[in-house]
Nanobody
Framework: QVQLVESGGGLVQPGGSLRLSCVAS????????MGWYRQAPGKQRELVAT???????NYGDSVKGRFTISRDGAKSTVYLQMNSLKPEDTAVYYC??????????WGQGTQVTVSS
């Protein structure tokens, strides 16, 4: 059974930082691509960042230069370091994984709220 468990969300002031974590189980972490997506109220889910099994990263235009995705194989964990947060970053952030057989899985999401 595949499980993706996100943590690290919360309330932060504009300009602040948060680090999200997603612990994966039930997958072969080393061969899976990992990613973070977000969904704000009334909007479609959008790409935040992805990282391949080989470590290649890709970012959504709105977060480039502010967010960093990384992965730790020993802990089967993917991280999202978020700096210089803006109110428009407020959303539910979802962890995602995809394997070489095109199976795709989602976590339950963690709320990030950027507000003064």
């Amino acid at each position: 059974q595949v499980q993706l468990v996100e943590s690290g969300g919360g309330l932060v002031q504009p300009g602040g930082s948060l680090r999200l974590s997603c612990v994966a189980s039930g997958i072969i972490f080393s061969i899976n691509n990992m990613g973070w997506y977000r969904q704000a109220p009334g909007k479609q889910r959008e790409l935040v960042a992805t990282i391949t099994s080989g470590g290649k990263t890709n970012y959504g235009d709105s977060v480039k230069g502010r967010f960093t995705i990384s992965r730790d194989g020993a802990k089967s964990t993917v991280y999202l370091q978020m700096n210089s947060l803006k109110p428009e970053d407020t959303a539910v952030y979802y962890c995602n994984t995809g394997d070489p057989w095109s199976r795709n899985y989602w976590g339950q999401g963690t709320q990030v709220t950027v507000s003064s």
